[in-house]
């Protein structure tokens, strides 16, 4: 079946300007996941869903950050105002239950300029 | 405090030549240890995950082994499309995943 989409595939955006970006996972997960990764770093945790709801917002690193899910599928992560700090590869993950392994998309790479 | 460390960072193998990747780990409470691997460009592709010390799992020339302190991903005859960065993740008590910052393996020809 299909696996996890994400869009865009790049995106390259003046700093200030704001960006989103979107998730759509397996079919039937009902776990979320989004990740940021830098140039040889590990996987940053952001924000964790399970459902609509997001239990775990510990890893958000500013209030420009936000996410969102609706319908128990589709999740936006929002970043305002962007840095150039913000550049890196932001990733996407679901799966089917807190405890079981976490199926990635190939990720939105995002520059500011 | 939980912390995941990977070694060697890289490792240039000749094709045949077996090895062994290395995760070692502090967490309050294991849960369970993820393997992933991840090609350029690519997010990472799950393969293993072991629950408990002594637990082995297995996959074409990929063997992953887990004792309470680290876990091994042993490689066997390696291949060149084996080539990727390996990454090691492991899950406490609150279940958020604490990634490795990985192993880049190149296998040449």
């Known amino acids: 079946g299909a696996g996890v989409s994400q869009s865009p595939s790049n995106k390259v955006t003046e700093k200030g300007k704001d960006v989103e970006l979107r998730c759509d996972p397996i079919s039937g997960h009902t776990a979320l996941y989004w990740y940021r990764q830098s140039l040889g770093q590990g996987l940053e945790f952001l924000i964790y869903?399970?459902?609509?709801?997001?239990?775990?917002k510990s890893g958000l690193p500013s209030d420009r950050f936000s996410a969102e899910r609706t319908g128990g599928s589709v999740s936006t992560l929002t970043i305002q105002r962007t840095q150039q700090e913000d550049s890196a590869v932001y990733l996407c993950?679901?799966?089917?239950?807190?405890?079981?392994?976490?199926?990635f998309g190939d990720g939105t790479r995002l520059s500011i300029l | 405090e939980d912390q995941v460390t990977q070694s060697p960072e890289a490792l240039r193998l000749q094709e045949g030549e077996s090895s062994s990747l290395n995760c070692s780990y502090t967490?309050?409470?294991?849960?369970?240890l993820f393997w992933y691997r991840q090609d350029p460009g690519k997010g990472p592709e799950f393969l293993f995950t072991?629950?408990?010390?002594?637990e082995e799992k297995e996959k074409e020339r990929l063997k992953a082994t887990l004792t309470k302190k680290e876990s091994f991903l042993h490689i066997t005859a390696p291949k060149p499309e084996d080539s990727a960065t390996y990454l090691c993740?492991?899950?406490?008590?609150?279940?958020?995943?604490?990634w490795g910052a990985g192993t880049k393996l190149i296998i040449k020809p």
């Open positions: 993740a492991v899950q406490p008590i609150n279940y958020q995943l604490i």
């Open positions: 993950a679901s799966s089917s239950g807190a405890d079981q392994p976490q199926h």
């Open positions: 072991l629950y408990s010390a002594g």
């Open positions: 869903f399970q459902g609509n709801s997001a239990p775990d």
């Open positions: 967490v309050s409470g294991l849960r369970g």
